[in-house]
């Protein structure tokens, strides 16, 4: 199952009104669906640019986890890695502030990023 974010957005009620009627017209299901479809057709126009950026930036696109095996695996080869995500980045919550501090040079997500509160207090400075 594709993990989904809620997000609020502000329109002019002239403009909700013209979804609404969309709605009501049988186009649409619901204005969710109208907002999902109009998203989609805006992220297929940019495939390209989207693609392009992904490839430039060295982005990682879907889902990323670390966890504290992992992380211990990249202090005893003495790595410290950057992570780039255009999707979902979990830190998980066996990752102790200390091995991510070691183990973790950067980190940009393009979307959500999730990890336990001292993690991201120790990592601040690092998070872009």
Known sequence: MAQTEKITINMSVVDLGKIDLLVQEGFYQNRTDF???????????HETEVR????????????????????MKDIANEVRRKYYVVGLMVIEDDVTPEVADKAIEAIKVMGVFRAPE???????????
């Open 35 to 45: 907002i999902r479809a109009s998203i989609r057709g805006q992220l297929s126009k």
């Open 52 to 71: 392009d950026s992904i490839t430039r930036n060295a982005y990682v696109l879907g889902i990323l986890g670390c966890d504290q095996e992992s992380l």
């Open 118 to 128: 001292d993690v991201k207090a120790v990592l601040s400075d690092r998070i872009q």
